[in-house]
T-cell receptor, first 113, second 118 residues
């Protein structure tokens, strides 16, 4: 089955620790995205990547970092510099082209204690 | 910067009835795409329907249709014959046209929570 996987579904970390969220896709999509979802805020773009070894900051990149070493993978690191990291994180991917529908993964709920 | 506004934080509808969710957006561009996404309690985002700004005809997908008013920058979603499984958060989203360059990111509204009453 083609799709996007995010692991783990729930993640708990202590304050001050860096944590990496996994996102893998087998859809052969060029572009991948990370969104953050908070109650009442909708989805906000953290980082996106349109090709391997290239990525751009989104609207709320501070305190986050990413890498894109493989087409299939786009991990997100939440660093200790992120002031309020507790949130639901969604990864998405898309083809490039006029209809580039974004397909979303199931998400990871990160709780920082 | 583009913005998307969903003025109804919550809506409710009786099963089998019709409901319309509102969305307005702000952009200075003439070519773009608009989307409605559904997020059920599982939190999996699912594309419901999309509309290309250059098309005058409103998009339709089974029980879901849109009313796209480009001049008014309005993009409402109509759900006909509502079903219990339609209960979810609904997000309106905007994307610039690729022909104008730039990113392919989506700009989302804050969502409308739809409750379907049996």
């Amino acid at each position: 089955d083609g799709g996007i996987t995010q692991s783990p579904k729930y993640l708990f970390r202590k304050e001050g620790q860096n944590v990496t969220l996994s996102c893998e896709q087998n859809l052969n999509h060029d572009a991948m995205y990370w969104y953050r979802q908070d109650p009442g805020q909708g989805l906000r773009l953290i980082y996106y990547s349109q090709i391997v070894n290239d990525f751009q900051k989104g609207d709320i990149a501070e305190g986050y970092s990413v890498s894109r070493e493989k087409k299939e993978s786009f991990p997100l690191t939440v660093t200790s510099a992120q002031k309020n990291p507790t949130a639901f994180y969604l990864c998405a991917s898309s083809i490039t082209g006029p209809y580039n529908e974004q397909f979303f993964g199931p998400g990871t709920r990160l709780t920082v204690l | 910067a583009q913005t998307v506004t969903q003025s109804q934080p919550e809506m409710s509808v009786q099963e089998a009835e019709t409901v319309t969710l509102s969305c307005t957006y702000d952009t200075s561009e003439s070519d773009y795409y608009l989307f409605w996404y559904k997020q059920p309690p599982s939190r999996q985002m699912i594309l419901v329907i999309r509309q290309e700004a250059y098309k005058q005809q409103n998009a339709t997908e089974n029980r879901f249709s849109v009313n796209f008013q480009k001049a008014a920058k309005s993009f409402s979603l109509k759900i006909s014959d509502s079903q219990l499984g339609d209960a979810a958060m609904y997000f309106c989203a905007y994307r610039r046209s690729l022909t104008q360059g730039g990113s392919e990111k989506l700009v989302f509204g804050k969502g409308t929570k739809l409750t379907v009453n049996p």
